[in-house]
């Protein structure tokens, strides 16, 4: 019914840059909150940043002042600009989205596939 799509990991240096893309599509009357969420190796799935549809954003302390989700509501997608990248961001990031589909008043949750982001030098 709804798909999220996400790209723009892979292997980069510590102090180096990515921006991952996460595309939603499918049956989708509108999105509400938007969010990405990383599970590194032997770690428990944790939130990364979040954003409403208004454009609040909130992040997890381990990332303030370094990374930066953003949104289009046009085309239904979510970024996440990552700046001095640490060894310690190395995990799979998940992207999600509270979707409200055509005719229904309650939103449910979608998410991507991961994408593999490796911090190494």
């Known amino acids: 019914q709804v798909q999220l799509v996400e790209s723009g990991g892979g292997l980069v240096q510590p102090g180096g840059s990515l921006r991952l893309s996460c595309a939603a599509s499918g049956r989708i009357f509108s999105i509400n909150d938007m969010g990405w969420y990383r599970q590194g190796p032997g770690k428990q799935r944790e939130l990364v940043a979040g954003?409403?549809?208004?454009?609040?954003?909130n992040y997890a302390d381990s990332v303030k002042g370094r990374f930066t989700i953003s949104r289009d509501n046009a085309k239904n997608t979510v970024y996440l600009q990552m700046n001095s990248l640490k060894p310690e961001d190395t995990a799979v990031y998940y992207c999600?989205?509270?979707?409200?589909?055509?005719?229904?008043?309650?939103?449910?949750?979608?998410w991507g596939q991961g994408t593999q982001v490796t911090v190494s030098s």
């Open positions: 954003i409403t549809r208004g454009g609040s954003a």
């Open positions: 999600n989205a509270d979707v409200i589909a055509p005719g229904r008043t309650r939103a449910y949750r979608y």
